[in-house]
């Protein structure tokens, strides 16, 4: 355990640095050393809810669900003792139109594969009054390796300002955006989930997904009146040592310099059964590119606008997503290092969705997904140099248990789905896009899942 606690100790520098909130430092503790089993209650367990209170389709959130996150997980009213954990497994088949020449990954064939995605262990919940947490360990069948996932440990309270209801609290998590209560920024928007074996993108922007297990982040946030929320975090990289301790594949990764900040606002105007969210977040930092010193650092900039809409019935729900990223990339290391063309880029992402969904239990999702940006050969790798890709994805999903589960086992949640990618673009084109007769329309994706959680 010495390393875990070599781990607490880094993480309260980086807390009452970045931050001052050194009351996260006893929450850290409190979630990752042993307690008493009636400490972490799952949520659903915790609540006495069915999924359908916070999830419109999981893990789409609701009103009441965004708030129970922002106040620390912690809403009580029920009863049961069991331990607090959750099992999730994601079974899964992948079908490309083209097979992947050598295989879609290690130990896998070129097509029709079929793979246990993921396989999670969960623990969160109520830890005190004001305290809170969701963390996710994770096994990954595509890259054989277990380690830690999405986590979220906070401190919320409650009290007014300007005669108004506030929400105030902390947030200590792995991944920015994983705190966001919207699902327009990157941990949380939709496609909520894809295949592991299916071809990616050459490119992303720094704040989806590129730093995600690999930093420790704190922060605050506030949300007034039912309607402005702000928050300011402060993220740093871990150590190579440490990120190998916590299960993460550090091949090839561009750690942060310093402190990066990352800040959100957005403003939740409701009526009647409507929620509106209009909001901007963004990430800058310097990074150190390929862990290669000696030549300074790039300097990478994401600035995001993001909007949903929600409409919430008894029976019917509409949910309307989008999200828009500019990146700015100043590679003073990366070009004297080879590793890029140019001494500046850019780089932006198009992220639109509208979901319908029936009495909870059906779901129907389309999407479309843009990544643009300068020709840059030696960064990005591909023909042309050009990142330039885009297209989009079709979903429909059942969820059985969304109103409550079957009587041996209440808070049993499932989502079934098929799930169909379409490629305009990939890597720059849309024909022989990689330099070997392959072409974007040879990607797309047909994936069939079950997403189990109990």
């Known amino acids: 355990m010495a390393p875990m606690r070599s781990e607490g100790q880094w993480a309260a520098v980086v807390v009452a640095a970045v931050a001052g909130m050194g009351t996260l430092v006893g929450i850290a503790v409190a979630v990752f050393y042993p307690r008493g089993a009636d400490a ?3 949520y659903a367990r915790q609540t006495g809810e069915p999924c359908a209170t ?17 106040n620390g997980y912690t809403m009580g009213g029920g009863t049961s003792t069991l331990p607090p954990f959750a099992v999730m497994l994601q079974p899964a088949y992948t079908h490309t139109e083209a097979g992947q020449r050598g295989g879609a990954a290690p130990h896998f064939g070129p097509n029709n594969n079929l793979a246990l995605q993921q396989a999670s262990l969960f623990t969160g919940g109520r830890i005190t009054d004001h305290a809170g947490a969701f963390v996710q360990a994770t096994y990954d069948s595509t890259a054989r390796r277990f380690g830690w996932d999405n986590t979220d440990i906070r401190y919320a309270n409650t009290g007014t300002l300007f005669g108004e209801d506030l929400i105030w609290g902390a947030t200590l998590n792995n991944n920015p955006t994983v705190q966001d209560v919207w699902n327009t ?22 704040v989806e997904g590129t730093q995600a297990q690999k930093v420790a982040g704190a922060g605050a946030y506030a949300f007034w009146n039912d309607l402005l929320y702000v928050e300011l975090s402060g993220y740093r990289s871990l150590s190579k040592r440490t990120q190998t301790f916590f299960g993460v594949d550090t091949t090839g990764e561009s750690p942060i310099s310093g402190t990066a900040p990352y800040w959100r606002v957005a403003v939740e105007p409701g009526w009647g059964n409507n929620h509106l969210e209009v909001g901007t977040f963004g990430l800058s930092a310097d990074v150190v590119p390929s862990r290669k010193i000696g030549f300074g650092t790039d300097h990478v900039s994401d600035i ?35 590793l890029a063309s140019n001494g500046h880029d850019l780089l932006r992402s198009t992220n639109l969705s509208a979901s319908y969904t029936y009495d909870r239990t059906w779901s129907v999702t389309g999407g479309y997904f843009a990544i643009n940006g300068s020709a840059d050969a030696q960064l990005y790798g591909t023909p042309t140099g050009s990142p330039n890709g885009d297209g989009w994805i079709a979903e429909i999903a059942y969820l059985p248990f969304s109103h409550g589960g079957p009587s041996f086992w209440p808070q049993l949640n499932g989502r079934i789905g098929i799930q169909y990618i379409i490629n305009d673009k990939f890597n720059g084109g849309r024909t022989n896009f990689d330099g070997r007769g392959r072409n974007a329309s040879d990607n797309n994706t047909l994936f069939l899942y079950a997403w189990i959680a109990f």
Do not use: N
Request: proline residues 10%; positive net charge.
């Open 54 to 70: 916070c999830h419109v389709a999981f893990p789409e959130l609701t009103p009441v669900g965004r708030r129970f996150k922002l």
């Open 185 to 206: 920024t990157p941990a949380w928007r939709f496609p909520f989930i894809s295949s592991s074996l299916a071809p990616k993108p050459a490119a992303a922007t720094l």
């Open 40 to 42: 972490l209650p799952l």
């Open 304 to 338: 995001g606008l993001d909007l949903q809409y929600q409409y919430i019935g008894e029976r019917d729900a509409v949910t309307l997503r989008g999200s828009w990223i500019h990146e700015s990339q100043t590679l003073g290391a990366s070009r004297p290092l080879g």
